[in-house]
T-cell receptor
């Protein structure tokens, strides 16, 4: 099975500041998909951002952006101008075919007012 | 608005009981998945299905079975519940390749086995 590693079980950020969540993965494939999901407390998991490995340009969605380093097998998530609503568990995920997804263990983000 | 629903948010069962967790999606997705989520372990795949009546074992299928009789419905069955199956269970669905896309998740069922 593929492995996805999130080495930061917990992170905190001051409101309006920037925070970066780390993710590394292990694969021998060259074409695959990476995702960041957000799970707010007691709420449904939702997609934050996705990246196709064949694209060199880093994906961006409003205040969320990724730093995709293919050679290093690294896929970090940057949250700018952090808001209280960003407090959640964040999961990094990898998929090769779309038929199976592999998730990291998650990073719990606290936003301090 | 796309939606994945699960039959219960909270469930309490006794050891040895047969437990059914139901999941329904309204997006006409081919793929459906059952995960369990435990603190420090992330999401672990139990089973997935890529078509009606088709199923594939995930990483932790022991003690579980699944049923997919209709495209929109995917059931997880605990034949004889045990305390180590106390967990959060998440259902998800997605389009099939070549449409590599996100998974859409249900709200989860928190199962407690006493």
């Amino acid at each position: 099975a593929q492995t996805v590693t999130q080495s930061q079980p917990e992170m905190s950020v001051q409101e309006a500041e920037t925070v970066t969540l780390s993710c590394t993965y292990d694969t021998s494939e060259s074409d695959y998909y990476l995702f960041w999901y957000k799970q707010p407390p007691s709420r449904q998991m939702i997609l934050v951002i996705r990246q196709e490995a064949y694209k060199q340009q880093n994906a961006t969605e409003n205040r969320f952006s990724v730093n995709f380093q293919k050679a290093a097998k690294s896929f970090s998530l940057k949250i700018s101008d952090s808001q209280l609503g960003d407090a959640a568990m964040y999961f990094c995920a990898y998929s090769l075919t779309g038929n199976q997804f592999y998730f990291g263990t998650g990073t719990s983000l606290t936003v301090i007012p | 608005d796309v939606k994945v629903t699960q039959s219960s948010r909270y469930l309490v069962k006794r050891t040895g009981e047969k437990v059914f967790l139901e999941c329904v999606q309204d997006m006409d997705h081919e793929n459906m998945f059952w995960y369990r989520q435990d603190p420090g372990l992330g999401l672990r795949l139990i089973y997935f299905s890529y078509d009606v009546k088709m199923k594939e074992k995930g990483d932790i299928p022991e003690g579980y079975s699944v049923s997919r009789e209709k495209k929109e419905r995917f059931s997880l069955i605990l034949e004889s519940a045990s305390t180590n199956q106390t967990s959060m269970y998440l259902c998800a669905s997605s389009l099939q390749a070549p449409f590599i896309n996100e998974q859409f998740f249900g709200p989860g069922t928190r199962l407690t086995v006493l």
